[in-house]
């Protein structure tokens, strides 16, 4: 794809107050992003006609899609991967 604008932009503010912005791009990597910038990866994952999300233990009844923490010098890619990957089988 080589238009880099999301072609969906929410603003979001949780309990806190502390507000997020939301973007949705179709893109096929993360490349165009400025990798030392990414903290966290989520990503919806379908199996079927159903996806999977993910129960935290944490914060029990908060439902998130697979994903988490980019390790520093972690591409995004990789980072979704193996959230995919312990999520799944962890129980």
Request: net charge negative; with cysteine.
């Amino acid at each position: 794809m080589s238009e880099n604008k999301p072609t969906l932009t929410n603003e979001y503010t949780n309990k806190q107050g502390v507000k997020y912005l939301c973007e949705y791009f179709e893109v096929d990597s993360f490349d165009h992003l400025p990798q030392n910038e990414i903290t966290q990866c989520y990503g919806i994952v379908f199996v079927g006609d159903k996806f999977l999300v993910v129960n935290n233990v944490n914060n029990f009844g908060n439902y998130t899609p697979v994903g988490g923490g980019v390790e520093p010098g972690e591409h995004p890619d990789d980072a979704a991967r193996n959230a995919f990957y312990s999520q799944r089988f962890s129980k």
